[in-house]
């Protein structure tokens, strides 16, 4: 599983990746109650989603996860985003390892 959280401590609207050759990158905001999250694979959208507190998209065989913690209720970024191999539930399972997104 691989996840990051921001360094300077608050959420960032756009986490990065490089992953096996490609340039992964999720972009999270606001949409009325909802927040929207989408996956970008070498700059093109590849998958879209809406939430409230936690959203999951599919990678080819993985899942990248993504939970908004208290403050992305008001200003839709994401406090953690994962990319999660088949068979593994991620942190919320208590889950962890793998190199940090920026």
Same mark, same amino acid.
Request: with cysteine.
């Given at each position: 599983?691989?996840?990051?959280?921001?360094?300077?401590?608050?959420?960032?609207?756009?986490? %990065?990746?490089?992953?096996?050759?490609?340039?992964?990158?999720?972009? %999270?905001?606001?949409?009325?109650?909802?927040?929207?999250?989408?996956?970008?694979?070498?700059?093109?959208?590849?998958?879209?989603?809406?939430?409230?507190?936690?959203? %999951?998209?599919?990678?080819?065989?993985? %899942?990248?996860?993504?939970?908004?913690?208290?403050?992305?209720?008001?200003?839709?970024?994401?406090?953690?985003?994962?990319?999660?191999?088949?068979?593994?539930?991620?942190?919320?399972?208590?889950?962890?390892?793998?190199?940090?997104?920026?």
């Amino acid at each position: 599983m691989t996840r990051g959280i921001s360094l300077g401590g608050a959420p960032s609207a756009r986490w %990065t990746l490089d992953h096996e050759g490609h340039r992964l990158e999720v972009g %999270t905001g606001r949409a009325g109650w909802s927040r929207v999250v989408r996956l970008y694979v070498d700059g093109e959208l590849a998958e879209e989603a809406t939430a409230v507190r936690k959203a %999951t998209l599919p990678y080819g065989e993985m %899942t990248v996860a993504v939970a908004f913690g208290r403050l992305g209720l008001l200003d839709g970024q994401a406090a953690r985003c994962e990319l999660v191999p088949p068979g593994s539930c991620g942190t919320s399972c208590g889950g962890d390892g793998g190199k940090d997104a920026q």
